[in-house]
Structures are given as C-alpha cells and as structure tokens.
C-alpha cells in the first residue's frame, strides 16, 4: 500500500470517495479559502473547518460505499462523520485548491471515554483509524481532522491544532498526562480508501458487529 514512489499527479486527482470533483464539495472548499492564495494558510483554513463544522460521530458507521464520499459528508444533515469520513472531505477540499493530499492509516487504542464504544465493538482497539496527510513545502506533513473542538473540550483533550509544518495526529496524552491513544499498528498511506481492505480490518477486529448490523454492511 506505500505510495511514496508515486509522483504527487495521483493525490490531486479525484477519486470514488475523494469526490473533489462534486460542485458542493468545490464550493465549500472555495468558500473556506476565499481570497487566501498560500497553500499553507489554505490548508489550515481547511483544516479548522472540516475539524469543526462536523462532529466526530464514531457510533453511526455505515461501510456502505456512498457513506463514505467527502460529498456525502458535507450534505449529511446531521453534520456529524467518523475519523475515515473527515479525513475524506478534508482530503478533497484540499485538492480542489490543489494541494496534494492522502490517507494514513492506523491501528489505536483508546484510553479515555471508551465505555460507549466498547459496548458496541467489544474492544478498545480503533481499527483503520484515519488521518489525512499534506504535501506542504516540499515534504508530507500529517493532519487529523477527525476530532472537533466542542468535543475536545468535553473530554478534557487538548485540541489538535495544525499549523502545516509539523505533524498533527493523535494526542498520545491528555493535559493531565494520563495516556490517550496508543499506537499499534501502522497500515501506510494511500490516495483513496482501500475500502476492501478497510473492511477486511474491521471484520477482523468487530466479526460482531457484521451480523448485528448487517443493514450497514450487506452488499459491501
């Protein structure tokens, strides 16, 4: 699944899920950035609005295809995606100003606020956990929209800022410097969702939840 031969033409094409190509996606892109022509600045502009104008939302996974387009997210009423749907939106407002971007991929353990999520994937372990990653300056810089502020707040977790030159990913600690995540197992970058792959992983990890929740995941 490395990618890093690639010359960068593939992270700012559109593709299935990274729909930059779709007019809703192009005109929130065009409406965050306005006037603002540095790549840097775009990307953080970006950044902050894919991070909070949708809630993380990890408890209505739906692995259908359509689900998980950036221009599903965007019209989602609810306002609300995981970390793989935001990761694609963010992916693809970002290539609609034309920079680059892609998808990492890791395995996580979280250790704050799991009772919830727990009960319904029997397990701590985050499978396929997403963030996005950003060619600035020359050089990939990683970028996690995935957690919005209000939420950060709630929880007692710092905010993941992005400033476009270091890399933003999951807070391992939380400010009283109790563990936060835990990472287990790095699955590289991509230029799209490798969605059998990706479904492959959560069979692995929840076989559960594919017969309790057969509505979300027949016809994968």
């Known amino acids: 699944m490395k990618e890093d031969n690639l010359g960068l033409e593939i992270y700012l ?6 729909d930059s190509n779709h007019p809703d996606v192009i005109d929130y892109a065009h409406n965050i950035v306005k006037d603002e022509k540095d790549p840097l600045k775009q990307a953080i502009l970006l950044y902050l609005a894919v991070r909070d104008d949708f809630r993380y ?5 739906n692995l259908h295809h359509y689900e998980l387009k950036a221009s599903t997210l965007l019209n989602r009423s609810s306002r609300q995606g995981y970390c793989t749907e935001k990761a694609c939106l963010y992916n693809a407002v970002l290539r609609v100003v034309g920079i680059p971007s892609r ?6 353990r979280n250790h704050i606020g799991v009772e919830k999520y727990y009960d319904l994937l029997k397990t701590d372990v985050l499978a396929y956990h997403a963030c996005s990653e950003v060619y600035l300056n020359n050089k990939w810089v990683k970028a996690t929209p995935a957690f919005n502020k209000e939420l950060c707040e709630k929880t007692g977790v710092a905010v993941l800022e992005f400033n476009g030159i270091d890399d933003s990913i999951f807070q ?6 109790s563990e936060f995540m835990e990472y287990l197992h790095d699955y590289g970058t991509c230029h799209d969702v490798p969605h059998d ?5 959560l069979k692995e990890y929840y076989p559960h ?9 027949m016809n994968l």
């Open 13 to 18: 094409l559109p593709t299935y899920f990274v």
């Open 172 to 177: 391992q600690y939380s400010p009283n410097g």
């Open 57 to 61: 939302n990890p408890y209505n996974i």
């Open 209 to 217: 939840f594919f017969i309790e929740r057969q509505d979300i995941c």
């Open 103 to 108: 998808f990492h991929f890791f395995n996580v």
């Open 197 to 201: 792959m990706y479904v492959q992983a």
